[in-house]
């Protein structure tokens, strides 16, 4: 079974995930012994903060210096994006290009504030143009407003530290049975080796719930896998 790091920050100099080559090689690196077949690089994109055309020059800037520098055996990496939800984004020029490229997939953060109609419709009228909204990490908020996000149907991930703890995470393995959860994470920031024990032990807590998940993701790739097939350097431009 192919293991698939959904969200990563690993593009170098993209956001705080990695600030040079040599970061985003030891990340690569600690996927690839973490035996991690593909991951998806999910820079930061601030709605608020940052025009579309200029975080997508500078991706691709990134993706580019990256690509010259990637260790043996690093897993392959399509590229995507982890995009701040604001009301009213799913006007704005440039969207579909924050996709997982060759998907319709946006991974998309909610904000720490509580959630109102405003934001939750947006997210509705993203998925309505034709996008397939992932929402990101929903085990860092309340579960009270992830149930909205739940109540809609959409499809979330979960960082791999949501099963950590004596529990293991008990409520967001029941969410896996129920469909809801379509991609596991690291969120890995950095390149402590540390930083990747909460994927390898959320591997082995979870088993064959991990298969599914990931069976799941597989599914939702196959167009950045085609792209993979048809393009097979490890990064896309």
Request: hydrophobic share 40%; aromatic share 6%.
């Amino acid at each position: 079974m192919n293991r698939i790091d959904f969200h990563a920050h690993i593009l170098p100099g993209a956001d705080h995930g990695s600030g040079s080559i040599d970061t985003s090689r030891r990340q690569l690196m600690l996927m690839r012994d973490a035996g991690v077949s593909a991951v998806v690089a999910t820079p930061h994109f601030y709605p608020h903060r940052q025009r579309a055309e200029s975080f997508l020059r500078m991706r691709e800037q990134t993706v580019a210096e990256l690509r010259q520098s990637l260790p043996e055996g690093a897993p392959l990496i399509y590229v995507g994006a982890e995009v701040l939800v604001c009301p009213g984004m799913h006007e704005m020029e440039g969207l579909d290009q924050l996709t997982v490229r060759g998907t319709n997939l946006l991974l998309l953060e909610m904000p720490t504030t509580a959630w109102n109609r405003a934001l939750l419709d947006t997210v509705e009228e993203i998925r309505e143009a034709g996008f397939h909204p992932v929402m990101a990490h929903i085990d860092r908020y309340p579960m009270e407003e992830v149930k909205k996000l739940l109540a809609r149907g959409l499809s979330v991930q979960l960082n791999a530290t949501a099963f950590s703890g004596l529990f293991g995470g008990k409520v967001y393995r029941q969410l896996i049975g129920t469909g809801s959860v379509v991609a596991l994470g690291s969120d890995l920031h950095g390149s402590d080796p540390a930083g990747y024990q909460p994927f390898l032990k959320a591997l082995k807590r979870l088993g064959g719930e991990a298969n599914t998940v990931f069976e799941r993701t597989a599914a939702l790739l196959q167009g950045a896998i085609a792209l993979q097939e048809e393009a097979p350097a490890l990064l896309h431009t």
